[in-house]
C-alpha cells in the first residue's frame, strides 16, 4: 500500500486512515500526493528597488525543488483596488515584503534556502507616517497608482499616495457651527494591532493533470479567494477550488487572499504534488492584514441643552504599502461617521494614505473602533464642558426609530436607549464609589460594510429518513455559525436540529456566499436558508397533498408527520413523503426534495461621490458598554472592577452563542484598551512576537455582564441581525472614559498602559 502525505501532518499510510475515518473521499480530497514546503525570502528594507536577485545557492541546496521570483510571476490581485503582487516585482514597499518564494521536501530545507537567495537593494526614501505621505514632496510609494484597475466607488488620487479620499456632507455645516453655543476640537490617534488569531495563515494548493487547482486555506472568503485567483492568473472559475475548513480565528485577518498566491504557480510547476505554506507567528504579524493607524481631528458644535448641531471630521488612514482592502474600510468608517447620534450638519473627509508600514486591512470592527474612539471621547469632553452628565448628552443626540444617519439613510427597530440603560444601570451609574475609581460609557452603532449586490445563497437536501443536509459558503470561524444556520433551518422545517447536518465551504459543492465578514452572516446567510427551508417545505406539503389526496392548505407538519387538520387520520410521515415520493398506485409524484434559497439586500444604494448621501446600511445594530474602573497612581495600573456589555441584536438565535459573542468581543476591544499596540521602527514591527505583544489572557479578564436587547428587524431571519463585531467597538472609549473620571485625565489615544497612565499622573501634578 503506498504511502500518502497530508497537508498538515506527517506521512501517514492510506490504510489506516482509512480505519480510523472511513472516508474515502476524505482520503481523496486530503492525501492526493506528495507534499512541498514552500518558505518565503523577505524584504530588509522599507522602500527600495530590487537591483538583482541571485537565486543559485538556494537552487543547489539539498531538497530544494524550485524557487519562484516576482520577474517570473508578475500578476496583480486586488478586491477593490489592484495594487499589489504576490511577490514584488521590481521594488518593495513595505519591511517582509516577499520577493522570493522556495518549494522543498521538508520545511528546514526551505528555510535554508530562502536564507541563501541574495538580493541587492537600491533603497530609497521611506514614509512612515500617512500625514507625512500626504504631502505634496512626499517619496510616491505607487507611481504608477494610475494603471490599477479599481472598483468605480473608489477614488484614489494618482501622483499622490491618497489610496481613496472619501466625502461626506450632510447639511450645511458652518450653519450648524453658527448655531452652536459651545464648539470642542480635538486630535485623536489610534494605532495599529493585529489580530492574533490563535491559528496562524496556511495555504496549500494542489494541481492536477487536467488542469484542476484545488486550494486548501484559512480564508473567510473561500468564494473571493476564488474570484481573485481566477482574475489574477487567467483560470476559468470552474477549474478552481477552493476548501476552507474550520478556521482558528479570523477577525477579518483571514478576508480575502493572502498567501493563497504563493503556493499556487509552485502547484503549477509540480502536478500532483501538494504545495503548502504555514505562516509562524512573526511571519503572521509582519506579513499579514494589520489594522490601520488612524490620525483624526474631530471639531463638534452643541447647544446648550446638549444637542450636537454640527460635526466636522477628518480622518487620516495608514493603509500601509498595499490598501486594495483598506480604502473601504476608510469608506466605512466615512459614512458612519456621526457614529450612534443623529447629527444635522456633518462634514467628513476620510483618506486611506499609502506609507511604508505593513499592509493595513480589515480588523473587526472595520474601521468603527477606530472611528468611534473619537467620538466617545469628544461626548464626554462635551458633558463635561456643558457640567452635563455623560449619560444625558448621549440619550439626547441617540439615534431613535425614524432618525437619519450621516449619508441621510432612515433607521428603525432601534434600540440604542435600552442598551444604554442597561450597562448603566449595571456599573451603577452616577454614584461615586472612591477616589481613584471612575465610570464610563459608551455608545456604538455598525452597519455591515459591502456592496450592495453582496449575496448570499442555500441549498437544503431533504434526505430518505426526513434528516436534512445544509449546504452554505459561509466559514466558521469559531464564531457559531454552524449552530446559528442549523438552527434557523431546524426551527423552519420543523424538525430537530439534531437532524441537520451543515457542510463548511468548498467551492465545487457548496453555494455562493460573498464572504464572512461585516457581521452579516446570521442576516444574510440565514435568510437565504430559511428561504431554502421554506422552499423544501414546499415541496414536502406538495408532495404530502398527492399522496394524501388532500389540498396542501388543509395540511400541518409536526416534525415527525405531515397530516390533515381536518382529519388528523390521513397522515403520512415524512420518512414515506421524502423516501417513497409516489402514489399508493406506484404512480410517481416528484423527484427528490432540494430546497433553494438566496439573499441580496434591496435597500442599498451608491453614495454620491461629492456628498456620500445614500443607503449604505443592510441594517443598523446598536450597543453601548459601561466600565468601572480603579486606577493606581502609584503604578499607572487600571483594574477593571465591572464591565458590561450591551447589543440590540434584534432576535437572538441562539441567547448562549449570542452572549458568547458579546464577551468575547468585549474581551477583545478590552485587550486593545490596555494592552495591545504595534511598534513600528521604520516599518520594521518592533514586538512580532507573544512575548513582546501584550494580549488579555484569563488572568486579567474580569467578569463581563452581557445583555442582548431584543428590538426584532425586519428582513432577518425571525427578526435577527448580526452582533459579531459589535461589542469590540466601544469598550476602549469607555475604559478611557472610566480613567478620566477616575483621575481627571484626559486621554487622546490607547492602549492605556500602565507607562502611558502613569506618565500622564506624573504629567498633571
Known sequence: MADYKCVGTDVLRKDALEKVTGAAQYIEDRFIGPLLHVKMKKSTVAHGKIKSIDTAKALQHPGVKAVLT?????????????????LAVDKVRFWGEPVAI?????????????????VEY????????PREAMKPDAPL????????KVVPIFYPQPGTNIANHFKLRKGDVEKGFAEADLI???????????????????AAAHWSPDGKLTVWSTAQSPNVVRQLLAESLGIPMHKIRVISSYIGGGFGGKAGASLEGLVVPLAQKFPGYVVRIVFNREEDMQGTFTRQALYSHLKTGVRRDGRITALEYKMIWDGGAYTEYGVNIVRAAGYSSSGAYEIPNVKTDSYCVYTNNSIGGPVRGFGMCEMQWGIERQMDEIAKELNMDPLEIRLINGMKDGSKTATGQEVHNVGFDKCLKAVADKIGWGKK?????GKGISGLVKCPAQPSNASSSAIIRINEDGTAHVMVGAAEMGQGMLTAISQIAAETLHIPVEKIDIKVPDTDFTPYEWQSVGSRITYTCGTSV???AEDALGQ???????????????????????YSTKDPNIKATIRKVADSCKKSTGEGIAGPIIGRGSFVPSNMTNLDPETGQGNPGMFYCFGATGVEVEVDPETGVVTILHLASAIDAGKAINPTLAHAQLRGGTVMGLSTALYEELLFDKGIILNRNFTDYKICSIDNTPHIDSFIIETPEEGGPFGARGIGEQPMIGVAPAVANAVCDALGIDFDTFPLTPERVWRAINEKK
Open 102 to 118: 522556495v518549494a522543498a521536501v521538508t520545511e528546514e530545507a526551505a528555510a535554508e534556502a530562502a536564507e541563501l537567495i541574495e
Open 433 to 437: 464609589e472612591g477616589k481613584f475609581r
Open 530 to 532: 430559511k428561504r431554502a
Open 70 to 86: 516576482g520577474k517570473e510571476y508578475p500578476n496583480k490581485i486586488g478586491l477593490y483596488l489592484v495594487d499589489r503582487n504576490f
Open 184 to 202: 470642542v476640537e480635538r486630535d485623536f490617534k489610534v494605532p495599529q494591532m493585529q489580530h492574533v488569531s490563535i491559528e496562524t495563515h496556511k
Open 122 to 129: 537600491e533603497e530609497l526614501p521611506g514614509v512612515f507616517d
Open 141 to 148: 510609494i505607487h507611481e504608477d497608482m494610475a494603471s490599477y
Open 540 to 562: 414536502i406539503y406538495c408532495i404530502a397533498s398527492n399522496l394524501l389526496e388532500v389540498p396542501e392548505e388543509e395540511l400541518t407538519f409536526d416534525g415527525k408527520k405531515i
